[in-house]
């Protein structure tokens, strides 16, 4: 029984946290333009090309639109760094078009690693769920502000900003991000520095590292795993 009231505490927790990033009253807090009708389901299938996706039309809009249930089970597909992402932004879930918001599910193995990277569209607030997560962010003063959380503990990542995440506990450990845009967007440092297309000049990187090329080669056969 004392289980059961601490898995519904916590999920309550993720709910209202959830809700409180909806019910923002100042549109300044989120991250996206604010919409000019009730919903504008996004249509993924259309050659338009703006700022976020056209509206599908409204006649054939049903409430089976408003629904996600990609969250129901856990993923077991994980990737190098023993990560594994469920995403419910626009693309998973387009009713989020124009709402300004979406989350994610990250669930980590024994010594996951989810590796420095950015969301340049979005603030995130992380809620741990379960295990025990080291998180941490980098200032533009270059100062690193880190926690290590557990269950119902909550961390808060200004946008843009340099962010990473690790399991630290014997066990597995899961959390969830909530961001104030409908597309937050990520880049992951490694792969953006080491393996872009086309790639970054050597001298680029051996000037800014101040190391050799043959490191820098090393770098570049390991961080293309790292790409999403």
Known sequence: ????????????????????????????????????????????????????????????VTSNDFFFDGLQKLGTVFDALNVNLTEVDVFA???????????????????????????????????VTEGKLLVGWVSTAYVLNWKILTAGQVFVIPPGLVHFQLNVGKGNALFYAFFNSQNPGISKLAPA???????????????AFNVNKTIIDLIKSRASVLIP
């Open 93 to 127: 879930f387009p009713a989020l078009n124009t709402l300004g918001m979406s989350m994610n599910r990250v669930q980590f193995h024994p010594g996951g690693e989810n590796p420095p990277h950015i969301h340049p569209r979005a603030t995130e607030l992380s809620l």
């Open 193 to 207: 520095l080491f393996a872009s297309t086309p790639l970054i000049p050597d001298p680029v990187l051996t000037t």
């Open 1 to 60: 029984m004392q289980n059961m009231a601490s898995y519904n505490v916590i999920h309550l927790v993720i709910w209202l946290t959830f809700l409180s990033l909806v019910q923002l009253p100042m549109r300044s807090h989120c991250a996206d333009p604010g919409p000019l009708q009730d919903f504008c389901v996004a249509d993924l299938n259309s050659p338009v090309l703006v700022n976020g996706f056209p509206c599908k039309n409204p006649a054939n």
